[in-house]
Nanobody
Framework: QVQLVESGGGLVQAGDSLRLSCEGS????????MGWFRQAPGKEREFIAA????????VYADTMKGRFTISRNYGDSTVYLQMNSLKPEDTAVYFC????????????????WGQGTQVTVSL
């Protein structure tokens, strides 16, 4: 199992950009697929993007394509989520998660989760 800590959230204005980081620890972290999810108040957790252990494969939710980019460098302990042209509806708690199944999309396939980082987008 790996331990995950997100950072980089905050309060921004509509149109701004943010880069979230997810620091992983644990001997096998580099071999896990990683994903980003978000959860807004009163809504279900929503898949954003996932990346394979090598970084060669990525998958995005259709609604997230174009503005969000997931990345990692092979061997590094950090996964990133670049978010551009942020909108008020992007306001949520953002979570990173690790999966032994690679770049998958279902929350149930991720066995380790971070505590989340709050992103608030104002008009």
């Amino acid at each position: 199992q790996v331990q995950l800590v997100e950072s980089g959230g905050g309060l921004v204005q509509a149109g701004d950009s943010l880069r979230l980081s997810c620091e992983g620890s644990g001997r096998s972290f580099r071999y896990y697929g990683m994903g980003w999810f978000r959860q807004a108040p009163g809504k279900e957790r929503e898949f954003i993007a996932a990346i394979s252990w090598s970084g060669a494969n990525t998958v995005y939710a259709d609604t997230m394509k174009g503005r969000f980019t997931i990345s990692r460098n092979y061997g590094d302990s950090t996964v990133y989520l670049q978010m551009n042209s942020l909108k008020p509806e992007d306001t949520a708690v953002y979570f990173c998660a690790a999966s032994v199944k690679g770049a998958v999309t279902r929350a149930a396939d991720f066995g380790s989760w971070g505590q989340g980082t709050q992103v608030t987008v104002s008009l």
